[in-house]
């Protein structure tokens, strides 16, 4: 029982495409959040809602648009893309005031060529 | 802003020697979570430490929180080749916001 999934894992594009990565999580978390994982394997945080409302939204190029249709779900749309986005994206969650660890998926791969 | 550093980057060391990674927060914080990457795989969650003077322990791995000096430790007993992954601290800025170190890349040799 896949706890925070990802679809799809792998994705080659070429520059200019749109595309969408989708996220649901079943572990009946409140806040959810997609992180960034470049070649240096530095991770950093991209957005994140809780109970559907966008709560951070770091600088990040308006290509990239979160939506959360509920609490349970969060995708990532992004529009003209581009080399530099090449990179791992996470998403993740958790359960705000608990203080316990986000737990995340298993990533999902992109590559723009 | 709130910015979270390891040292080391990476880290190559011997079957049975004992280290410590380090990592440093700029910011207060009073929670510090451990999390293990192996290659091509998602974060695993190790450790969450919640406050000052925490010690954590699973197997050969062990993990502490000096709030005050904004300083946690994951240390390494007697590696074995099965520890080689990259290790994440992470830090909470505010109610949401998890921030991640540079990450520690531990190579085992056997």
């Known amino acids: 029982d896949t706890a925070v999934s990802q679809t799809p894992k792998y994705l080659v594009t070429q520059m200019g495409n749109d595309k969408s990565i989708k996220c649901e999580q079943n572990?009946?978390?409140?806040?959810m959040y997609w992180y960034k994982q470049d070649s240096k394997k530095f991770l950093k945080i991209m957005f994140s809602?809780?109970?559907?409302?966008?709560?951070i939204n770091e600088t990040v190029p308006n290509r990239f648009s979160p939506k959360s249709p509920d609490k349970a779900h969060l995708n990532l749309h992004i529009n003209s893309l581009e080399l530099g986005d090449s990179a791992v994206y996470f998403c993740?969650?958790?359960?705000?005031?608990?203080?316990?660890?986000?737990?995340f998926g298993e990533g999902s791969w992109l590559t723009v060529v | 802003e709130l910015k979270v550093e390891q040292n080391p980057l990476f880290l190559s060391m011997q079957e049975g020697k004992n280290y410590t990674i380090y990592c440093n927060y700029s910011?207060?914080?009073?929670?510090l979570y451990w999390y293990r990457q192996d290659p091509g795989k998602s974060l695993e969650s190790l450790f969450v430490?919640?406050?000052?003077?925490a010690v954590k322990q699973e197997g050969r791995l062990m993990a502490s929180l000096d709030t005050k000096a904004r300083l946690s430790t994951l240390h390494i007993t007697a590696a074995v080749h099965d520890l080689s992954a990259t290790y994440f601290c992470?830090?909470?800025?505010?109610?949401?916001?998890?921030?991640f170190g540079t990450g520690t890349r531990l190579k085992v040799l056997a």
């Open positions: 910011t207060t914080s009073d929670r």
């Open positions: 572990l009946g978390h409140d806040t």
């Open positions: 992470a830090v909470t800025s505010g109610t949401y916001k998890y921030i």
């Open positions: 430490l919640l406050s000052n003077g």
């Open positions: 809602y809780n109970n559907k409302e966008l709560i």
């Open positions: 993740a969650s958790s359960l705000r005031d608990t203080w316990n660890t986000i737990y």
